[in-house]
């Protein structure tokens, strides 16, 4: 039997090798944050997903210091990632979020980058496109050594922890 597969003949092209390491990155980080206890529910038998708040309270201002300070990640303080939302008629348009002003902020920032690469909406070929992933690359890369040096938080270290893949 033989499946055709040209409709997604383009589909290799369309991340780049730094694309590719932010997804990763970010799956990464929710596995650990999960499994660290940094859950939005925490009711028995409850969806398991990543709660980017509290690892935010933890992480505390360090991390937007940091990031507001380093020119590597001016594109998301200067113009935030939009928002696909629905308008008129059931159409999509692009909605204009507001400032980056905490870390909880700059955490959300990241996800809608994310959202937005999985989802189809970025294009490796459009510089701002390409300036914001490799901004949330970066903030990843902050968050993890903050984390990381954060020897008196238990919970940062069960992130860091469970961030390895050897078990």
């Known amino acids: 039997m ?3 597969t040209s409709y997604r003949l383009d589909i290799e092209g369309l991340l780049s090798d730094e694309w590719t390491t932010f997804i990763a990155t970010f799956a990464r980080f929710e596995f650990a944050m999960k ?7 925490a009711c028995l038998g409850a969806k398991a997903e ?11 201002s360090d991390l937007f ?26 159409k999509v348009d692009w909605q204009t979020r507001g400032a980056i002003e905490t870390t909880a902020n700059l955490l959300l920032a990241v ?10 909406e970025k294009n490796r070929s459009a510089d701002r496109d390409v300036a914001l992933v490799k901004a ?10 903050i984390a990381n040096a954060d020897t008196a938080n238990a919970k940062l270290q069960s992130f860091t922890t469970n961030f390895n893949y050897v078990y």
């Open 136 to 145: 949330a690359q970066i903030v990843l890369d902050h968050a993890w050594n």
């Open 2 to 4: 033989c499946v055709d």
């Open 35 to 41: 499994r660290s206890g940094y859950l939005s529910n």
């Open 50 to 60: 990543a709660n980017w708040d509290t690892f935010a309270v933890d992480l505390g």
């Open 111 to 120: 996800r809608d980058i994310r959202n937005n690469l999985l989802h189809g």
């Open 65 to 90: 210091e940091k990031c507001k300070a380093d020119m590597s990640t001016r594109s998301l303080f200067d113009k935030p990632p939009e928002l696909l939302k629905v308008k008129a008629d059931n």
